[in-house]
């Protein structure tokens, strides 16, 4: 099984999808990790049947919605079948020699660099600059050997790269989690799980995501995201990505599919999943 995700060694989606294995290990099942440079390539080599999975960020508690890349689920025939939550503990990371006075530059994914925002403001004189990955952030300033240049990125990129930790959870909130997709190509089979994910356009029409959210209530359906995303060549109109709870649900969930489609201009189910517990991946 072949399972692609964004990053290189040492990367927060490298380190979940090591994780997700583990939990295949009783199927048997040979997984083979394959990195990508870029989310796009990710999405396209699972639609082109290059990939049996992927292994994306869709969302953090720091930042909210990773718009990159649920903006490329949108209109695909893609189904997240698990989710994964993944503790973000950056690390300032230099070179040997280098002390945190010394350093006037910072590189981290631009993801990263906005999740540490009290650091950067503790330090004015420190300059931030956007790196197209956290691990590869910390392979380049082992390359450039400065000690006026540090990286900031996970426990486990700066260790792999022999660097020094100038300072440790440098992440505003103690809790930034980072939370994960496991994608495949839709199948021709029935999907499970206690949530749904959704991507719904609503008619332009006045109440019209007051019906929509209304027949999550009818239905006794727990809403836990809604974020809103602009659609493609269509100034200011916006689409909605949704995640609902279905536990509690008794009528079946064709029903509210098609219950949800009568009161939609456009409606993609996104995914089915178990929710994970999320008290086993945060320090709280």
């Known amino acids: ?33 394959v990195p990508y440079g870029d989310f796009k390539s990710v999405v396209n080599d699972l639609l082109d049947d290059k ?22 689920l949108r209109y695909k025939p893609v189904m997240a079948i698990a989710e994964a939550y993944q503790p973000v503990r950056h690390t300032l990371w230099g070179v040997q020699g280098s002390r945190l006075e010394d350093i006037q530059m910072v ?26 990955d956290t691990a590869k952030a910390a392979s380049y300033i082992q390359s450039l ?7 900031i990125a996970s426990p486990r990129a700066g260790e792999l790269h022999h660097l020094v ?9 103690s809790t930034n989690t980072t939370r994960f997709y496991v994608i495949e190509k839709i199948q021709e089979k029935e999907y499970t799980g206690s949530c749904l994910s959704l991507y719904v356009e609503t008619r332009h029409e006045s109440g019209a995501l007051s019906k929509l959210l209304q027949v999550f209530d009818i239905f006794n359906c727990n809403l836990q995201n809604l974020s809103a995303r602009p659609i ?25 599919i098609q219950t949800l489609d009568q009161v939609s201009e456009y409606l993609q189910i996104m995914g089915q999943y178990d929710q994970v517990t999320k008290s086993i991946y945060l320090d709280v």
């Open 165 to 173: 930790p100038l300072m440790e959870n440098v992440q505003d909130e």
């Open 51 to 72: 990939l049996d999975l992927i292994v994306v960020p869709v969302e953090n508690s720091t930042t909210g919605i990773i718009a990159r890349v649920t903006d490329l």
């Open 145 to 151: 050997n400065r000690r006026d240049i540090a990286a």
């Open 107 to 132: 590189y981290s994914h631009p993801e990263a660099l906005s999740q540490c925002q009290v650091f950067f403001n503790s330090y004015p004189l420190i300059e931030s600059k956007v790196y197209e």
């Open 1 to 33: 099984m072949r399972i692609g995700y964004q990053g290189v060694a040492g990367s927060y989606s490298e380190a979940t999808l090591q994780d997700y294995i583990k939990t295949l290990e009783d199927t048997k099942t040979e997984s083979v990790p």
């Open 232 to 256: 493609e060549n269509q100034p200011f109109t916006y689409g909605f990505f949704i995640e609902v709870s279905i536990k509690e649900m008794s009528s079946p969930v064709n029903i509210l």
